[in-house]
């Protein structure tokens, strides 16, 4: 296997753990193209290889681990990778990306990326390095949590483990490196199911970019902008993802009692400000990441990795819990277990609102938090309740009632942002590939309130930015780079001044441009440009690859992959029935005096199906398939 | 009196989390506060203010009208995660 593109090994390996077979998988040129790598790429190798509905569960399934052009050649904020499956949780797609070292070691071992397959008949680790991949007992670490097993196995390099969640088949149950997790869609299972407890990789090759000089120049004028950027350069590194609670309060996002309110009224207990001037040692961040949002606080007289937004939204405001300091604990020890915190706090406040109900009466309670250290380790263990709640919220409320209380779509639970206040992220949440993901919907909240202040309530023009923005987001991740990176798209003057008259301005006519927004994602060909300082990744992958990229291509790459993703979700099953939201965020209003305080996703739903291209029953049509190259 | 609660930089360029001022107008507030603290108004003015949970955007902006125990919070312009 060779490639002709630069910063690509062109090596793809896959391990057979039933039969201990190591064997190359071709991947072509021209998928490299069309689909660049991370997540796309990883796509397209489940697209090949899984046409029908499969137990997650069995040896059937497959994990694709896959890094991208940008990483380990120096472009900032590129560390990231993606671990990509059939979810347990949801029977769909998932891939799930990370910033922990485990990628740019696997990269520099010579490997763009690695598909596991099979069942390990014992408990197995794998090494991989430049030399090749040697199978080893995990026998001894089996049960371990993911910190001491990191420490505990002896060979070189970066780590990527489960713990008990995951050899226990939590249906979200994460992989972890260093500190960093795989988080959502239950990757662990999948990797316990396979006996697999972990992969250790070490690498000390880079491969070569195409223009260097250039590559150089474009990185510096990226980590500049970045660093300057009023979100990148100074409120992330300031107060981290957590500097989203006080917004999302004050704009009615702030998911509070499992998604009945926006609103939380001892929300600064939990704020990002809380956090920085009561609890924060110092700030951190992932290996080439020059915006380090990451929090680094204490937990039992140790310094460890502080949580996100979503955590402290989710067991914070959404049980009714004000204690920051308990939710610092039950971050990192559902970290240490193994454990995704935004499914597992979604799933104990459907818990905690059933029992109030008497669906299902569990001994948890809103507002009651010490039996939650104990139900987290009941859940990594499967004891007790804790067997019930590893299923997650959707097979809970099937067998209990209380569906329209259950907040997943397609069995995935939501992230901390309560739609009914930005209804653009609630069309986002519905017809995500992976379920009800904040990011793999589009993030649109970050329209409607959290980065400028477009009108939250109304359904015009969304569907169009829901797709363009999840088709940027695809292409940044298949790329290489944070998410985060793309916070340069929006321009400082906007976000540095909200109450200016062109931020006013720009905030009551964004909505209009969602038509030209659509005839851009049509016709690619009309963005055949660069935006240096908005969108550094087009130069960035043209100066590494040697491949021909342009804003337009860029894009289209994300919808590719992002039509690729929905096609294997059709295979298994999915159509419109998925793409649904809880009833209480589509019939309940959030605030009794706002008749527009719901998500109307049936106006949202259809708009965006017309966008993308798809049929009326979300099925990508095939003049699309032929428009984006994929063979059905 | 006016309550002002103070978020993200603003508390950081305050040192406090809440402060009480006089105006009968955020204009008047925020010049108060400048005033009293030695900043800039018009460094005051990029934040995001809410007078009693709505945003000054959607009222009369810097001539959104006060009275006592009315409730304003500053915000940091931006926020990510």
Known sequence: MATKYKSYWGKVVKVNLTTKEVTDYEISDKDRLLYLGGKCIAAKIIYDNIKSKIDPLSEENMIVISTSPLNAVGAPCSSRFNTSTISPLTGYYTSSNCGGNFGLSLKRAGIDALIITGKAKDKTYLVITNNGIEFKDATPYWGMKTQEVQEAIPDKGAKFVIGPAGENLVRYACVISGERASGRGGVGAVFGSKNLKGLVAFGMKSPEVYNPKKFHKNNILWTKRLRTHPTTGKILPELGTASLVTPMHAKNLLATNNYRTGKFEHFDDVSGETLRDEYLVRNDGCTTCPIRCARVVTVDGKSVKGPEVETIGLFGPNIRNNNMQAILDWNYYMDDLGLDTISCGNTISWAMEANEKGFWKNGLEFGKIDNITQTLDDIAHRKGIGNELAEGSKRLSEKYGGKEFAMNVKGMELAAYEPRGAVGQGLGYAVANRGGCHLNGGYLVVLEGLGLSVNPYTPKGKAAFCVMFQDLMEACSAGGNCLFTTYAFFPSILIAKPNSWITRTVNKVFTSFGGIVTVLLKNPRIAAIHLPHMLPHTKALKYATGMYMDLGKFLQIGERGYNLERLIDVNLGVSKKDDELPLRLTTELQIATNKDSKVPLDVLRAKYYKVRGWDENGIPTDKLLKKLKIEK | ?81
Do not use: H, Q, W
């Not at chain 2, 203010?49 to 915000?75: P, Q, S």
């Open chain 2, 1 to 81: 009196m006016i309550k002002v609660l103070l978020y993200g930089e603003a508390r950081l360029i305050f040192n406090v989390k809440e402060i009480e001022e006089k105006g009968s107008t955020v204009k008047e507030l925020l010049s108060n506060l400048a005033l009293r603290y030695d900043k800039k108004y018009k460094d005051l003015k990029k934040f995001l203010i809410y007078v009693n949970d709505v945003n000054i955007t959607a009222l009369r902006m810097f001539r959104t009208k006060l009275n006592d125990g009315d409730v304003i919070m500053m915000l940091s312009p931006s926020s990510g995660g």
